[in-house]
């Protein structure tokens, strides 16, 4: 016989566990509280982009793109971090070493743009940092190839928060005990379905196919 899904039962079985779903919950929420203790700092991005211009030329204009790929692994090289550390103000406490970390890169999918990428939990070293990684790039693409059609498209003006730490902070404090609950739920139900225990009269009855005589009642 197939096995009949009781939902009253499973809602009375749930009921019962109440003191499991409270002990979880304050559980899952000491250790959500443990984990995130500290705050981690925002984070801010900025975006430098660069393409291949030349004008009146769109076989040089290709060409210096493809230079643009070829050489963009130099971005992450410390001689460029060097230089983009020597563009920017004594007053930034940063070394070449920390810039190399900072920056990523990205290719457009519909345009022949590089995008250099600076995050950093400080809006304005950020800001600094690509647009000085950018410069220096071109540099040393003119200065190795002797092409000078890879230009700065478009500078970083602004940097955005691309990670909030408050909010992260919430949202894991939330999480835990949520999917704690959840799982406890599942288990529970799981637990009923696949359980030899007989838990009602009607079950014992096979849902109507056999006639339960009596009860034993419970000493």
């Known amino acids: 016989m197939a096995r009949v899904i009781d939902i009253k039962m499973l809602l009375r079985l749930i009921l019962k ?57 130099l971005i992450y090289s410390s001689k460029i971090a060097t230089a983009a550390r020597e563009m920017l103000p004594d007053s930034l406490t940063i070394s070449a070493r920390q810039i190399q970390s900072m ?51 478009d500078r970083a003006i602004n940097a955005i928060m691309s990670y909030n730490g408050k909010s992260e902070q919430q949202k894991t404090r939330i999480t835990i005990p949520a999917v704690s609950l959840f799982i406890l739920l599942v288990a529970i139900v799981i637990w009923a379905l696949f359980s030899d225990r007989i838990k009602s009269v009607n079950e014992a009855a096979l849902h109507g196919e056999v006639t339960v005589i009596g009860v034993i009642p419970r000493i």
């Open 103 to 153: 920056v990523t890169t990205s290719f457009s999918d519909t345009a022949t743009m590089l995008y250099i990428t600076s995050s950093s939990p400080d809006s304005q070293l950020a800001l600094s940092v690509t647009n000085a990684v950018a410069e220096a790039f071109v540099a040393e693409i003119s200065n190795i190839t002797g092409d000078d059609t890879i230009k700065i498209y």
């Open 17 to 73: 566990k109440w003191f499991l779903f409270v002990a979880v919950a304050v559980i899952a929420l000491f250790a959500a509280l443990v984990m995130t203790a500290e705050v981690k700092p925002d984070v801010y991005q900025a975006t430098t982009s660069l393409s291949s211009i030349a004008e009146g030329s769109s076989a040089e204009s290709l060409n210096g793109f493809r230079l643009l790929v070829n050489y963009s692994g």
